[in-house]
């Protein structure tokens, strides 16, 4: 199976995550440009079950596209998720997802709140 350049990404940005996790914590990953589904098919493809970690409690995945609401809806979303699962490591795939539907004043908020 040919490992695509967004799972090799994943794979960068969610190995360290994952190995943190058994050490401090769980972790949090939002994903913004794929589904549960996609996400799930390229971390399998390196061996990798997403599924597991959160079975056992070290990973959430939340799938919102930016798209679907605004920038303060989506921090206002955000902050529940850690406030509820109170992870140790927050991931964002990725940033610029967010700031392509947002203004430079909108955008630069939201990365600072």
């Not at 199976?1 to 939002?30: C, D, K, Y």
């Not at 990798?48 to 989506?74: N, S, T």
Request: proline content about 4%; overall charge neutral.
């Amino acid at each position: 199976m040919q490992i695509t350049p967004r799972a090799l990404l994943l794979l960068l940005l969610t190995a360290p995550l994952l190995a943190a996790s058994a050490w401090w914590g769980p972790a949090l990953l939002l994903a913004a440009e794929e589904s549960r589904a996609q996400l799930s098919r390229n971390a399998a493809a390196w061996g990798v079950d997403f599924e597991e970690a959160e079975r056992k409690g070290l990973l959430r995945i939340i799938c919102r596209y930016p798209e679907a609401m605004g920038l303060e809806d989506h921090l206002l979303q955000i902050r529940r998720e850690v406030r509820e699962f109170r992870p140790s490591r927050l991931a964002v795939d990725s940033m610029s997802a967010f700031e392509r539907g947002a203004s430079t004043k909108s955008f630069r908020e939201f990365v600072i709140a």
